[in-house]
């Protein structure tokens, strides 16, 4: 066998076991994020100084994401808004504007513009909080720095993520409502029955529980993957800087089959 045909040959050996890799990460990742949520859940998890910690990282959490992104999300209505009814206005298509604006950016944009927000700010902190205390702690043994990380660090940032996401849709939602209505009716309120009946019929039973479920689906999605991509023990020459971004892409990847099934049980 020559030398071409083994480097030929190299590139498909060596996708294999990165195949293989990303797989059982997905795994692992999955398997801790539902070890979270049960821990969540438990009422042994609640002692009087894990209520505490818990209380300060939500707090501290929404004072950190509620400011900017109710900006962002206030410029971003807006310029939508003026789009929509602009372009409905020049086609003859007024009467569909507030429609499809209250659809675009309530039920599709905003949630996962959230969702990604909350990522960035508070997972980001997360990572270099864990990498901190493992540092600090070299000769500890592995399971009383885990359960360390876990309790002082996890958890609170779990809870204070989950809350932060559905925090942030639900403000977006409801002042892109509002500006929506501004943009098309102006200060005045005579366009309210005809607005509440709009949005009562984009937000039939259907579109609900799924913008509900989704918004759901993303707050434990964005609190639970980068934990575990944190507490993950990097391979064999693996810096952890290298195993946090693989928990960033993985992340992205769920939040995208989120979207896409929402879209999918909405439109099929």
């Known amino acids: 066998m020559n030398e071409s045909s083994l480097a030929s040959r190299s590139p498909q050996g060596a996708g ?4 293989f890799g ?3 990460g997905a795994w692992r990742s999955l398997r801790f994020s539902a070890l979270l949520l049960v821990m969540v859940a438990s009422p042994a998890t609640y002692s ?5 910690r818990l209380a300060t990282q939500i707090c501290l959490t929404c004072n950190q994401t509620v400011p900017a ?3 962002l999300s206030a410029l ?12 409905a206005q020049s086609y003859g298509l007024s009467q569909f504007a507030l429609g499809t604006v209250v659809r675009v950016l309530v039920v599709e944009l905003l949630p996962l513009s959230a969702a990604l927000f909350v990522a960035l700010r508070a997972g980001a902190a997360m990572n270099a909080e864990i990498t901190a205390l493992r540092r600090t702690q070299p000769g500890a043994p592995r399971r009383v720095i885990e359960s360390t990380l876990i309790h002082r660090i996890v958890l609170p940032r779990v809870a204070g993520s989950a809350v932060a996401v559905v925090l942030l849709a639900a403000i977006s939602g409801g002042l892109a409502l509002l500006l929506a209505y501004l943009g098309v009716y102006g200060f005045t309120p005579w366009g309210i029955a005809n607005f509440t009946r709009t949005v009562g019929q984009v937000f039939e039973p259907t579109v609900l529980m799924a913008l509900g479920l989704k ?4 707050a434990i999605a964005v609190a639970t993957i980068p934990a575990s991509a944190g507490l993950e023990k990097p391979r064999r020459g693996q810096e952890e800087s290298v195993a946090v971004l693989q928990g960033t892409v993985r992340l992205f990847a769920v939040l995208i089959v989120i979207e896409i099934l929402s879209l999918t049980a909405e439109f099929f």
């Open 22 to 24: 990303g797989l059982t």
């Open 215 to 218: 918004t759901l689906l993303f």
């Open 69 to 71: 992104f109710t900006l």
């Open 16 to 19: 294999t076991p990165r195949l």
């Open 76 to 87: 971003l209505s807006l310029v939508l808004v003026h789009i929509v009814v602009v372009t």
């Open 48 to 52: 009087t100084e894990n209520r505490r």
